[in-house]
Every structure is written in structure tokens, then in C-alpha cells.
């Protein structure tokens, strides 16, 4: 019997009690030590993303069209360096593991390199601003690419048991929810009074220069605590001595030969682009519609939503992590879905210039179901190692990471692209305080319906992951018959 034919054979069946092996525990130390990877995940990755429209754009008046395209060509370059690191990661054999000394090194050159993204001159021209962007990130990508694969590879081996792993990812993504908070609050920081000019207006680039130094610091110390209290379970006792070579093109390609990890590939990348797609949307509302132009108001607004976003997420985590337990994480994954299409048409109403305390509930909604699916993801991963590894008899824990980044990210890359032209085509027009009713209806209706598309077809993909916790009980029971318990 093939592993995909146990698992949808038990597709059917009523789950049973499930009681956590103490052998199968992470230790929390463990946990929390994994889950302080997300601030330079986070950090590394994202706060730049989220400060490039605030800096370039609304400050330095670089065309938005620009600013997007250099993200999307950052994306490309981070899908590729990955493929990269998962690689040389699977490979690694060292007396400290195969994945944190990458940690290591990688955090400690991510935190020094951060303030350096936002090191510009002022006056330069447009194509000046967008040059320096592409190489700047093209320097920083693989530097982070250095952390983030064996660190995204560590999260899938720490534990083997099916509900012990969406116990250390619910950790991770409620530790996540400070970082969040960070960058929500990155923005309001940059229009700080410190940061003022002689005229009393806020000089925005000093404002995330300063910010991107101070958060740097921070991840260069998590990245020492990480290395020093994480370990790695299956390098020693499976790993180290009798894996082969895996070659890079398996990185890739044999990975997306797994079925069920192409289901939950499929789910993740339409989820990713729809969201891409407005990833800057968000803000123009608040700023232009919600706050009519104030940008001062609309970044304190940022913060509480940021705020709420956090309490929201931090709520999402155990009530998605119950519904796992209780139904399953491809029925928890659904249900996510279905919430956050929810969410997304509810924007319509919640951004609302007579009301703008609802933007609260409009950030929380929806932090709310993708605390949850960010959760249920990471552990669902893991099973599909899991599958994999009866199906090859090696753990690429790496690849399946390079291959899920590369894949997502070039999607997410073309999401990212089209967001700046997607303003653009809404009319909206940076040099204008107050913009025209046109430009905020579309800046309204895309930020409701591109999501919602996305979450519709990742519901679709979903419906199809074949996994289940009965069938992933006796997939574990039948490798560690054939190289014994991990």
C-alpha cells in the first residue's frame, strides 16, 4: 500500500483522542527560541516591503510603478537565492547540525545589513532612487536566504508527532505578533517629532533609517539566542551519518512530483498573490479616504490597527489550533479561508472616514484568520516531509522549503509588481493631497474583491489535500519501522 492510497483510505474515519507523547514534546525554550526566528524573518523580508511606498513614494516622490517593479525584481531574486540555501542546507554536515550555523551567520548579516536598504542621498533622480533599490536588495536577498531556509527547514523537523507541530507553529506565530506589532508601528516612528526638519515636517527617510538600525540590533541578538537554545532532532540520529547527497535539481523538480505538497503549494500561492496583489492598498485607503490625506493621523492609525491586528492574531492562534485538533487541519484550513473571504469583503464597510475606528476591525479580521492559516500551513508541511520521506527515503526538509519559497515567491513577486501599477490605475496621484472619488472607489473595490478571488481558488486546492491525521498516524508507524523512532 502506497502512502497516498493509507492516506485517503483514512479519509473518512472519525478522528480519535489524540494524547501527545512526552518523547514527541518540543521543550518550550525550543519552541520560544524557533518562534524569535520571525523577527528576522519578518524584519528582514517584510519591513522594508512595508516602509518602500511610505519612504520612496510618499516622501522622495519616486513614481509608485517603480517602487513595485524593484520589489518584484527583489522577490525574483530571493525566490533564486533560496533554492540555493535550501540546497546547501540539506547537505551541510557540521558538529552544530546542518541548519544553524546558516542561522547564525545569516541573522547576524541580516541585522547589520537592514539599515543599509534606506542609505540614499535626497534630490536623486527616479531612475537613481529605483537603481539603488535593485542593487541594494540584490546584496541583502541572499542574506536572508542564508537564514530564512534552514531556518523554515527547522520548523518541519523539530517534532515528529501531527498535533506537537502545530503546537510549535502556533508558538512561532504568536512570538510573530510582536514583529508585526514592530512594523505596523514603523511608519508612525518615521513621522515621529525627533525626526522633524527645520519647516516641522517629518523627514520620513532619517525617521526608517533610525528604525531600521534599532530593529537591526535586535535581530543580531536573537540570531546568538537561536543558535544557542534550538536543536535540531533528526540531524544526529538519521541525518548526519546515513543520508545521501541529495542533488540540487531534486530540489525543485522532484519536489513538486509530491502530490499532496502541490495541493497545499496551490493553496498557499493563491492565497499569497491575491493579498499580494493589494498589499498596498491597505494603506492608501487609510491614508486618503479614512484620513482624507493627513498622513500624520493615518500612521497612528496604522500603529492601532497594528494593535488590533495583534490581539486579533494572538486569538486566531489557539481557536484554529482547537478546530485542528477537533476536525482535522484540512478542515481548520477551510474554515480559515472561508473566515478571511469574510474579511475581505467586510473592508468595504470598515474603511469608513465617519466611522475610522472600524479600520480596527478591518486589520483584526483579518490578521485574525491569517494568524490561523499561517499557523496550520507550517504544520501541515511538515506532513508532507513526512510522506515524502516514505516515498525517497531521505529528509529534504531544505528543499521542500527552497521549492514552496521559490514557487511562492514568484508568484507572490508578480503580485507584488502589479500592486504599484494597480494603484496607478486606480488614478491616484502621490502629488495630490486629496484624491479624485474615482481613484478611492477603486482603491476600495480592488482592496475588497482581488483577495477574495485568490481565497477561492486556494479553497479549492485545499479540498483536495489528501493527508489526513489517520493517515499521517500510519505513515509515521510505518517509518519508523523501516529506520526506527526519531
Not at 113 to 129: E, H, N, S
Request: proline share 4%; with cysteine.
Amino acid at each position: 500500500m502506497s502512502a497516498h492510497s493509507l492516506s485517503s483510505t483514512a479519509a473518512d474515519a472519525p478522528p480519535a483522542p489524540h494524547v501527545i507523547h512526552p518523547a514527541d514534546r518540543v521543550p518550550m525554550p525550543q519552541k520560544v527560541g524557533y518562534g524569535l526566528g520571525s523577527m528576522i524573518d519578518l524584519w528582514g523580508h517584510w519591513l522594508y516591503a512595508s516602509l518602500a511606498f511610505h519612504v520612496f513614494n510618499v516622501f522622495l516622490g519616486v513614481a509608485p510603478g517603480l517602487i513595485s517593479t524593484a520589489q518584484m525584481i527583489k522577490i525574483f531574486i530571493d525566490a533564486a537565492s533560496d533554492a540555493v540555501f535550501g540546497w546547501i542546507s540539506d547537505n551541510t554536515r557540521t558538529r552544530y547540525g546542518r541548519r544553524r550555523p546558516f542561522i547564525l551567520v545569516g541573522g547576524v548579516l541580516a541585522g547589520i545589513g537592514l539599515p543599509l536598504m534606506f542609505a540614499v542621498g535626497r534630490g536623486w533622480t527616479d531612475m537613481q532612487y529605483f537603481m539603488f533599490m535593485v542593487i541594494s536588495t540584490a546584496i541583502y536577498v541572499p542574506v536572508m536566504s542564508c537564514f530564512n531556509m534552514p531556518w523554515l527547514s527547522l520548523g518541519s523537523e523539530m517534532t515528529p508527532d501531527y498535533h506537537e507541530r502545530t503546537n510549535v507553529m502556533s508558538i512561532k506565530n504568536a512570538i510573530q505578533k510582536a514583529p508585526e506589532l514592530a512594523m505596523f508601528f514603523a511608519a508612525q516612528f518615521t513621522t515621529l517629532a525627533w525626526f522633524h526638519d527645520a519647516d516641522g515636517k517629518p523627514d520620513i527617510l532619517r525617521g526608517a533609517q533610525t528604525y531600521c538600525a534599532l530593529l537591526g540590533a535586535v535581530m543580531v541578538g536573537v540570531s546568538i539566542v537561536m543558535f544557542m537554545t534550538v536543536r535540531e532532532r533528526y540531524y544526529e540520529k538519521l541525518v548526519a551519518h546515513s543520508q545521501t547527497h541529495i542533488p540540487f535539481a531534486d530540489t525543485l523538480w522532484r519536489t513538486l512530483r509530491c502530490r499532496p505538497f502541490r495541493h497545499i503549494l496551490g493553496m498557499m500561492l493563491a492565497y499569497g498573490i491575491g493579498t499580494a496583489m493589494v498589499s498596498a492598498l491597505g494603506y492608501y485607503a487609510t491614508v486618503y479616504y479614512v484620513c482624507k490625506g493627513d498622513i500624520a493621523l493615518a500612521t497612528k492609525w496604522n500603529t492601532a490597527m497594528g494593535v488590533a491586528g495583534m490581539v486579533f492574531g494572538f486569538i486566531g492562534i489557539p481557536f484554529f489550533n482547537f478546530i485542528a485538533r477537533r476536525h482535522g487541519k484540512r478542515a481548520a484550513l477551510a474554515l480559515v479561508l472561508s473566515l478571511a473571504i469574510c474579511a475581505f469583503i467586510g473592508d468595504w464597510w470598515l474603511y469608513d472616514p465617519e466611522r475610522p475606528a472600524l479600520q480596527l476591525l478591518a486589520c483584526g479580521f483579518v490578521a485574525f484568520t491569517g494568524a490561523g492559516f499561517w499557523t496550520l500551513y507550517g504544520s501541515t508541511v511538515a506532513d508532507v516531509i513526512d510522506y515524502d520521506e516514505l516515498q525517497t527515503g531521505q529528509r529534504r526538509e531544505g528543499s521542500f522549503a527552497a521549492c514552496q519559497s521559490w514557487i511562492s515567491k514568484v508568484g507572490i513577486a508578480l503580485g507584488v509588481g502589479a500592486s504599484g501599477w494597480i494603484l496607478q490605475f486606480t488614478g491616484f496621484d502621490s502629488k495630490l493631497p486629496v484624491q479624485s472619488d474615482h481613484a478611492i472607489f477603486m482603491i476600495r473595490i480592488l482592496l475588497s474583491g482581488i483577495p477574495v478571488l485568490g481565497l477561492l481558488l486556494a479553497l479549492i486546492s485545499v479540498s483536495r489535500f489528501e493527508l489526513t491525521e489517520h493517515g499521517m498516524a500510519e505513515i509515521r508507524s510505518r517509518l519508523e519501522a523501516q529506520r526506527g523512532a526519531v
